[in-house]
């Protein structure tokens, strides 16, 4: 296997994020990172109860923390959450330190796979398919600006979104390498 960047995952939640980390880092010998979880693990307190004492803003600031700690790792599978492309010193670290995929899917299957999460702290206030839609309409630009390989996950399994991560991220380091 091809001496691989970073590999980061941004895209809205309910993307496939965490569970695609998971088994793409397997798949490549590495070590997976979820800057959410490593926030969590870090402050000894969940999201939620970070977004209700510290507020919106107090979680961005830990969040650009972690993601330029994270970052700075060498040969890592990171998935982020799905606001780190909202400040640009984010964007900026996820460009310059590893290849950027975006899992992009629709509102529709964000509506399905968040359905009974009540660990989303944006989407406990008012109607969770319009807080979708303007989420996705704010942050979609951004997640396309940022991303080096876009894949759907809509209807697709995570060993196929897997598969085709490693396919496309091995023709960027080397068009030669991989003819499938």
Not at 33 to 62: K, N, T, Y
Not at 87 to 111: D, M, S, W
Not at 122 to 148: I, N, S
Request: hydrophobic share 40%; charged share 30%; net charge neutral.
């Amino acid at each position: 296997m091809l001496d691989l960047p970073n590999l980061i995952l941004i895209g809205p939640m309910g993307a496939g994020k965490s569970t695609i980390g998971r088994l793409l880092a397997a798949e490549l010998s590495r070590e997976f990172l979820d800057s959410d979880h490593e926030i969590q693990a870090r402050c000894g307190a969940d999201i939620p109860w970070i977004f209700d004492v510290e507020g919106e803003a107090g979680f961005r600031d830990r969040e650009s923390q972690m993601i330029d700690e994270l970052t700075h790792l060498e040969g890592v599978v990171i998935a982020t959450g799905g606001g780190a492309v909202l400040r640009e010193e984010n964007r900026r670290a996820l460009r310059e330190r590893g290849t950027v995929i975006y899992l992009f899917t629709t509102v529709e299957q964000q509506l399905r796979r968040t359905a009974k999460d009540r660990n989303r702290p944006l989407l406990q206030r008012g109607d969770r398919e319009e807080v979708l839609r303007e989420m996705f309409a704010l942050r979609d630009p951004l997640y396309r600006a940022t991303a080096d390989v876009i894949v759907r996950t809509d209807r697709r399994g995570p060993r196929a979104v897997v598969n085709e991560i490693v396919r496309r991220v091995t023709r960027l380091v080397d068009p030669l390498q991989c003819k499938a």
